[in-house]
């Protein structure tokens, strides 16, 4: 913004008008005073008209000579309104070159900081082709000045990319791919749109993607390392639990001990699924008939149902079918229902519900348990996260159930809705796309590998 004293006042509406009737009647009182004077009051008048108007034409002349040559140069003194025009154009004039040298000077700033960035940057155009790109961007696209117009698509050809770049219109995590150029790179694409060009940024996340690799293999690690010594633990408690010699003083210890035990050994199974969730490339895809895997699913229900007594039902509206990988899928569904069960006073009711969407299927479990928090709801898949973790120690919880429902879901590109409200119950449901609803053969062997969990 320029400062206070250069700023110029606008042309008041009448101003040119005034400036030019003020000349012409210093014109008209001249002819009058030479014509009272030679006795020919017309005709000086004439001449003096005469004289104005080619003093006039002058000034113009000279106005226009000012405005081919450059505004940027101080204007002649042409008097009347036209001294005003040009004086107002010039300063004008001078107060846009301030605005534009300071807009130059912050696109130098802006340019040299994405020079500077170790993330790469390009700049796209409508016609997603490229503008400009900054050093980092050079060297991991390998990019000469030829390629400047090129296609984005000619340089990344992944198709995961392109639907990825097709379909984003707002900020989003981005997509993440194995380096074209080199397989032992991991990279992070984000396209940002502005006006009808792009932005798109290529963050080089090998190093995050091997450390996180190491964190799976070593929780996979850890995890199958003690499933020994807790098979070793658990089956000797069990024998001197069954000894009929025992005293009562050991009773309660061995109890507590097998209680936290086989509480360890459920957290180590999870784990156990979920580094499987994670490491697994090409799951076992299959046909999965719906009625069969939900019917499954309500008798296993029932059977942990006995120590609650809870009233639960199971409605099935669609005959739909998905295709997936099944064992997951159960341990998925299983997993809400069981938190529905565990949730809910004794004597509650239950309903597991299966029916056809808009979108695809939906699966839903609803209860009319104790509900959570809203400030809850948005962390309930973290691994371990536990909205009162007296309470998940007293139910038997791990704190890892809606993690492995998180990364099956993302398998199947599902999506988990959760609804709930304290003291009034919760609906936990999941939608699946029309895409895993494949009830021939041919789909399911056109079917691509589940996609892995994202780094980020």
Known sequence: MMPHHQEQPKIHRYALLLADIRWLLFSLCLGLLLGLYTAHLLASITVALILYIFWRMYALHCFNAWINRSITSPPPD????????????YHSRQQEQITQQKMMGLVKKIRSSLLARQDAVILLNDDDGLEWWNQAAEDLLVLESSDQGNSIFNLITEPEFRDYY?????????????????????LKCEVMHFGGDKLLIIYDVTRLQHLEQMRRDFVANVSHELRTPLTVLMGYLETFSDQPDLEPKWQRGLSLMTQQTARMNSIVNDLLLLSRLENEEKPTLTKIDMRKLLSQLYDDAKVYNKDYGHN?????????????????LNSALLNLVVNAIKYTPKGGNIVI??????????FSVTDDGIGIAPQHISRLTERFYRVDSGRSRATG????????????????NAKLHIESEEGKGSTFSIVFPNSCLKTD????QRQQPLPKMPLL
């Open 312 to 328: 639960i039902s199971l409605e099935i509206h669609s005959d739909d079918n998905l295709y997936g990988a099944e064992l997951y």
């Open 441 to 444: 053969e041919k789909s399911v």
């Open 353 to 362: 519900s299966w029916q056809s969407v808009v979108e695809g299927c939906e």
């Open 166 to 186: 097709r379909t984003t219109t707002m900020p989003n995590n981005g997509i993440h791919l194995v380096s074209w150029k080199n397989p032992d790179r991991y």
């Open 78 to 89: 042409m008097l009347g309104g036209l001294s005003v025009v040009a004086t107002q154009l």
């Open 397 to 412: 919880g791990t704190g890892l159930g809606l993690a492995i429902v998180k990364h099956v879901l993302y398998q199947h």
